[in-house]
């Protein structure tokens, strides 16, 4: 079984950084595409940011210049580097993976948890 597991959230004062991770835990042999993902109070999941296995990235216009996805194939995890954050950031965090291979099974449409990052003063 894979699981995906968010880690890193918080508190945090406005303009300060944060960073997410999320392991994939199990025997993976593969991992694809991966996204996060974020839901603010009385709002509906947005996609925040991609990353493809080879590394290609893509970013939501709000918050591009302030944010950095990574990944560390080695690890099986994703990373989202917060930078200047807005108490408008707000949200719950989710990471998702499109699609992972573990010996001969195949997954697809992993999420994780969750974790909440909450930027206020």
């Known amino acids: 079984q894979v699981q995906l597991v968010e880690s890193g959230g918080g508190l945090v004062q406005p303009g300060g950084s944060l960073r997410l991770s999320c392991a994939a835990s199990?025997?993976?042999?593969?991992?694809?595409?991966m996204r996060w993902y974020r839901q603010a109070p009385g709002k509906q999941r947005a996609l925040v940011a991609t990353?493809?296995?080879?590394?290609?990235?893509n970013y939501a216009d709000s918050v591009k210049g302030r944010f950095t996805i990574s990944r560390d194939n080695a690890k099986n995890t994703v990373y989202l580097q917060m930078n200047s954050l807005k108490p408008e950031d707000t949200a719950v965090y989710y990471c998702?993976?499109?699609?992972?291979?573990?010996?001969?099974?195949?997954?697809?449409?992993?999420w994780g948890q969750g974790t909440l990052v909450t930027v206020s003063s």
């Open positions: 998702y993976a499109e699609s992972a291979r573990s010996g001969s099974t195949y997954y697809s449409g992993l």
């Open positions: 199990g025997s993976i042999a593969s991992i694809s595409g």
């Open positions: 990353i493809t296995s080879g590394g290609s990235t």
